[in-house]
């Protein structure tokens, strides 16, 4: 009896071993023919180049007849052509591109994949702080938080293109998928820079509920550091944001008000501003951003103003700039066409 025991266990340990062999073989993926047709772009633009190429381990494709097809018409032929280029078709036209293989012994095979293009532009800004009037558009500053938005461009018929609002989004910053950024619809998100100082690497796949068309977008932001940059605020006519103070200033009158405005620094968050003249701190200004440069009118000579700007909260981003003001003693009894200060 113990004999017919363990000749059951054994028989039965066989059995499960030999189903997990079975079902392990039943996973991997081959072609009855044994060959592969690929290209090396997945999701490629219109009027991108995209290379097919073909592989086996059961033909000699070196020494094998290969005419290749683009949508039925012959594209290129020859003796182990097992390459080709072909130019990606515009948005929403799909081209079938066949490989017809001819051995030496006379054996054919045809081996066929299809392209339909589309593409994925990615908007982005960022809310970082600017002067009132600023038209252009900040850079991305380390912490800044960004806001990301995808273009799809995808058809059907190749005439028009489908609705963003009705395709699904699939985000990823860094490889890893964007927390709720996922989904129907979701064609913008927002990111927050992080405490590590590195480029964001962010992907969008973009596909239509369906399944069939399809497009990925890809961009990499690098963060840098915000700015600081000086405008007279003149008595009569307000805040100069039309001309910056450069790096060398004249002072034209006894008293000139200067305000210190930071680019691309969080908004709303707490800034320590560390004034300097002539390397000299002054710590009475540690919460201005505005400093009023005098001169008693009577001396020649010149000063170095400095800002050194940093977020309290935000440690990465801080700023430092300068500029030198000159300024003369009064001339106006002497030659009247030189510059009075």
């Excluded at 800044?144 to 938005?149: C, M, R, T």
């Excluded at 690098?222 to 001309?243: K, R, V």
């Excluded at 200004?285 to 020649?300: E, P, Q, V």
């Amino acid at each position: 009896m113990k004999l017919i025991f363990k000749l059951s266990i054994l028989v039965m340990v066989m059995c499960i071993f030999s189903q997990n062999i079975h079902s392990v073989y039943a996973q991997v993926p081959t072609s009855v023919d044994g060959v592969n047709i690929s290209m090396n772009i997945e999701n490629p633009r219109p009027g991108q180049s995209v290379e097919i190429s073909l592989e086996s381990y059961l033909l000699d494709l070196n020494s094998s007849s290969i005419v290749w097809l683009v949508n039925s018409k012959t594209q290129n032929q020859g003796i182990g052509l097992k390459k080709i280029s072909i130019i990606a078709p515009k948005v929403g036209i799909k081209s079938t591109i066949t490989a017809v293989i001819r051995t030496p012994d006379g054996i054919e095979v045809r081996k066929s994949i299809s392209i339909k293009t589309g593409s994925v532009e990615i908007l982005w800004e960022t809310e970082g702080h600017s002067h009132p009037f600023y038209k252009g558009k900040l850079p991305f500053v380390y912490q800044n938080k960004v806001k990301l938005i995808a273009i799809p461009h995808l058809s059907k018929d190749g005439v028009r293109e489908i609705d963003p609002k009705t395709l699904v989004y699939s985000w990823k910053n860094n490889g890893k998928y964007v927390e709720n950024g996922q989904g129907y619809g979701k064609q913008s998100i927002e990111i927050q820079g992080s405490e590590i100082p590195k480029p964001l690497e962010i992907s969008v796949n973009v596909y239509n509920r369906e399944q069939t068309d399809n497009s990925t977008g890809y961009m990499i932001l690098e963060p840098t550091d915000p700015s600081i940059s000086f405008y007279e605020d003149d008595l009569l006519y307000g805040l100069l944001f039309n001309n910056a103070l450069t790096d060398k200033t004249r002072l034209n009158n006894t008293e000139m008000r200067v305000l210190a405005v930071p680019y691309g620094f969080n908004i709303n968050k707490n800034y320590s501003h560390a004034w300097s003249i002539n390397n000299i701190e002054q710590p009475d200004l540690i919460r201005n951003r505005s400093i009023i440069i005098k001169t008693k009118g009577d001396t020649d000579g010149s000063s170095n103003i400095s800002l050194d700007v940093r977020n309290i909260e935000d440690i990465l981003q801080g700023a430092r700039s300068e500029f030198t003001v000159y300024f003369n003693k009064n001339r106006s009894e002497e030659n009247t066409e030189e510059i009075i200060f």
